[in-house]
């Protein structure tokens, strides 16, 4: 185990525990067998759904798009060095990934299905967003190969620092230093930088893999080590499941892997489906993404026809009291401007229509107006196109 062909099995060698190279047949085995101990291996392509983009794609991965930033190179934001000498580009980044801004995808909530059904042995993650928390998998149930937003320490003396004064510098663009008094050293959030050892819990539980009587792997490159070679940990006759975009590592090699390949939540679907497990899959989601009328539905309180009866009248009562004070005004005006010109007999009143005309700059000022809230945008939208100026975890390495 560590090493293995990256040659894809050829079709006409028969699987070894499954029936067939199927997702219907890993689920049979799944039912079969009373799987307990699945390993779950995750990367970005999981959290992209949820609007993070991931790090190394050509045009929309977080290195293309940060090196639009002041930095000497993009990876610079991750690296302790910069970090020493310049902290305030990580914490501008921080700013639009901290954790509470994205919502979990159909991929964080089948992991967290799994945890659910006691059938997750532990969720290995390369991503630092800390969507699968949020999703509900719990923190002892995860291990962060390269850290996340979830804690937060001195980079000096190493003494941890507080959650909510986190939240609170992040949200404001400051820079946190260490409450020691004798130390003030600078705090970052516990996210692998380069030049850092990768935590101490990913190598304690390297080996669990080769525990698994399952595999599934998510939304990864596989390109960076250690975490690339967990899957030929996993032993020989174990079904590995790979749900990607494309086909990574040693994943196809084996007469048990089962490849489901495309968009990450599409394949989760596909293997909820065939473990019947859809319809529990797809409430769990909606609990942790509600949408805007779900939210309203909850917030709005049930009104009886009486209250209806009462809110219409008030409302056509505003209305009544709005077009009067209008004629009164009107009258009022009408009387001073004839007031002012008795010798003519009547009054030039300029109309509605030509108003405006009148007054050429107040229609460019407003049109002004119009235009610059149209192009209005969040904090860093040139570098995270994907944000909205309507939306409220954070890279995934």
Request: glycine letters at 6%; proline letters at 7%; hydrophobic letters at 35%.
């Amino acid at each position: 185990m560590g090493n293995e062909s990256s040659t894809p099995v050829a079709e006409d060698v028969p699987p070894v525990t499954l029936y067939a190279r199927t997702i219907e047949a890993v689920a049979d085995y799944v039912k079969k067998n009373n799987v307990k101990r699945v390993v779950v291996m995750t990367g970005a392509g999981i959290s992209t759904a949820a609007g993070i983009p991931d790090f190394r794609s050509p045009k929309t991965g977080l290195y293309a798009n940060l090196a639009r930033l002041n930095l000497p190179y993009a990876e610079a934001v991750f690296d302790i060095s910069f970090f020493r000498q310049n902290p305030r580009p990580f914490y501008e980044l921080a700013h639009e990934l901290y954790p509470g801004k994205y919502r979990p995808t159909i991929s964080h909530c089948f992991v967290n299905l799994l945890h659910k059904k006691g059938m997750l042995l532990k969720a290995f993650t390369q991503n630092i967003d800390c969507l699968e928390r949020e999703a509900g998998v719990p923190g002892d149930a995860i291990v962060e190969a390269h850290g996340s937003f979830a804690t937060q320490r001195c980079i000096d003396c190493h003494t941890e620092y507080p959650d909510a004064k986190m939240k609170e510098a992040i949200s404001k663009k400051e820079v946190p230093h260490c409450a020691q008094q004798e130390c003030g050293g600078l705090v970052k959030p516990d996210i692998v930088f380069f030049g850092e050892a990768l935590p101490e819990a990913f190598h304690r539980n390297r080996s669990l893999p080769a525990q698994a009587d399952l595999a599934i792997i998510m939304g990864t490159s596989l390109t960076v080590q250690p975490f690339a070679s967990l899957p030929s940990f996993v032993q020989e006759d174990t079904p590995r499941v790979l749900i990607n975009l494309e086909r990574v590592g040693g994943l196809g090699s084996r007469a048990d892997d089962v490849l489901l390949l495309g968009d990450c939540d599409e394949g989760v679907r596909k293997f909820a489906d065939a473990l019947g497990w859809r319809e529990e899959l797809e409430s769990m989601w909606e609990k942790a993404n509600p949408s805007t009328t779900d939210e309203k539905k909850q917030e709005a309180k049930p009104k009886d026809k009486q209250a209806e009866l009462d809110e219409a009248i008030e409302s056509l009562t505003r209305g009544v009291d709005k077009t009067l004070k209008l004629s009164e005004d009107h009258q009022k005006q009408f009387e001073e401007d004839f007031a002012k010109r008795p010798d003519t007999g009547k009054l030039n009143v300029p109309s509605h229509e030509n108003s405006a005309s009148l007054n050429p700059e107040m229609k460019q000022n407003t049109e002004g107006i119009v235009k610059e809230s149209d192009h209005l945008s969040t904090p860093l939208a040139h570098v995270y196109p994907h944000i909205s100026k309507e939306k409220s975890d954070k890279p995934s390495l």
